[in-house]
């Protein structure tokens, strides 16, 4: 009878020990995957325009009037040249600053790499990873910035926070 007990015990246990991608957050990992919160984008609202004839011709695969476009819709409401968008332009500066030190083209490769072994060492004990104990926090802890002491710092050297709570009027 022990010996089932303990085998009954020990077969979860070095299931658990399974060696695979390891998953941090364990947020139902068995059970089917969750909704992509980025993979809902509310059309636009129906119009019915004054001139039927003035609708574009229907393209397969084509856009449709109520397709949603975030990029000229922000460019629009902060003032931006949607022209840009048209042309293809809008990165080209980010991007050349960005790259101005050069690119590695291996880099996916690598950081897929780094961030496997990461996981793989951080992965949580075996009764965290049996009981599926979200363990992505405790994992990335000394990586975390702490917002209040690096908004101190920044207001120490000058640097403006205009995006920040302003400071505290000393009373």
């Known amino acids: 009878m022990l010996r089932r007990l303990l085998l009954l015990c020990l077969i979860p246990a070095i299931a658990a020990c ?5 998953g941090l957050m364990n947020i ?9 919160e980025f993979g809902i984008i509310p059309a636009k609202p129906l119009e019915v325009p004054e001139d039927i004839a003035a609708l574009p011709v229907p393209t397969p695969g084509g856009t449709n ?22 042309r293809g332009s809008t990165d080209g500066a980010f991007v050349a600053h ?8 291996n880099i996916r490769v690598e950081l897929a790499a780094a961030d496997l072994e990461f996981r793989r060492d951080n ?3 075996v009764l965290e990873r049996l ?11 000394e990586m975390a910035l702490d917002q209040h002491a690096e908004l101190a710092r ?18």
Do not use: M, W
């Open 18 to 22: 399974a060696d695979g991608n390891p």
């Open 28 to 36: 139902g990992r068995d059970r089917a995957r969750g909704p992509d």
């Open 65 to 86: 009037l109520t397709d949603p476009t975030p990029e000229r819709d922000v460019a629009a409401a902060l003032g931006g040249d949607i022209g840009a968008l048209a």
């Open 98 to 105: 960005a790259t101005r030190h050069g690119v590695d083209s």
């Open 123 to 125: 992965q949580g004990r």
């Open 131 to 141: 009981f599926d104990v979200n363990v992505y926090f405790r994992a990335y802890e």
């Open 154 to 171: 920044l207001r120490r050297l000058g640097i403006r926070t205009s995006a920040a709570p302003p400071k505290p009027v000393a009373e």
